[in-house]
């Protein structure tokens, strides 16, 4: 096994999305990785060759020109085939706006893709992989998005159906209306069908309801509003739609397990103070 390139350092641009490491790998025949588990997702591209994803007790055999995602915490194992084994890059990354991502990609209910401009999709990998250890971290996450705009030109005319439009159109407003008291009703009204259909769709794009997606965005705005450190519990609470600050700490603990004050606190490595 051929390791071209292989940087593991940390590049954190605070929290939107981090990217952990990245890398270009020849692989020896049979070559395996597995079965074990990410702490971050790690989208694989395939340069040339051949191998096999397995996740879920699923099995993807794949192909130069063709991607595959691990997601944090689910047991996979990838191999190289024998004859033809795969050559491949990689990038591990993180951050609040991951679903956003491959939501955009077409990835956030698949496990594997085709990126249909491979010769552009390597240059932006090529350009991370080169400036990952010594260059600027904003050429870095340049190339990252553009890989990234690539993968979304890819899936839209193949994935993107009419309900993937009414999903992207809810989510546009859920992200616009966040901060107001929005109701799901208010939101199927705005694309224009029925509450029922929308939640069906988007269950099935998202994994999620979209009363837990308008959540999800309320606490993730909160959290950049509490790390930041301009702002008090209270501020952020109706910053982000919640009525009081009571409601909003119930909530916040209920789904990160810590109140906004102890959430703060650990993640710049002090004590907790009392309270929210």
Known sequence: M????????????????????????????????????????????????EGVYTVGGESFSL??????????GERTV?????????????????????????????????????????????????????????GSPFQVMSSFYGAMAVLEDSAEGTAFSREHEYVNKAIGYIKSHFSYPVKIRDVARFVGIDRTYLYRIFVASERMSPKQYLMQVRINAAKKMLLSGLYGVGETALS?????????????????????????????????????
């Open 78 to 134: 990838y191999r190289a085939d024998e004859e033809h084994p795969w050559t491949y890059m990689w990038v591990a990354f993180d951050g609040f706006d991951v679903t956003e991502i491959l939501r955009r990609t077409g990835l956030i209910g698949r496990y594997t893709g085709k990126v249909r401009d491979t010769a552009r999709f390597e240059a932006y990998m090529r350009a991370m992989i080169e400036e990952f250890a010594d």
């Open 2 to 49: 051929e390791t071209i390139k292989h940087r593991a350092v940390h590049l954190n641009n605070g929290g939107s999305v981090t990217v952990y490491y990245c890398g270009y790998e020849r692989c020896a025949a049979g070559h395996f990785w597995g079965p074990a588990v990410r702490g971050q997702y790690l989208l694989h591209y395939i340069v040339d060759g």
């Open 240 to 276: 982000c739609g919640f009525s009081d600050a009571a409601s909003f700490c119930s909530r916040f603990k209920q789904i990160t397990g810590m109140t906004p004050k102890a959430f703060a606190a650990a993640e710049r490595g002090e004590s907790p103070e009392r309270g929210t």
């Open 63 to 72: 192909h130069g020109g063709e991607c595959f995602l691990i997601r944090p």
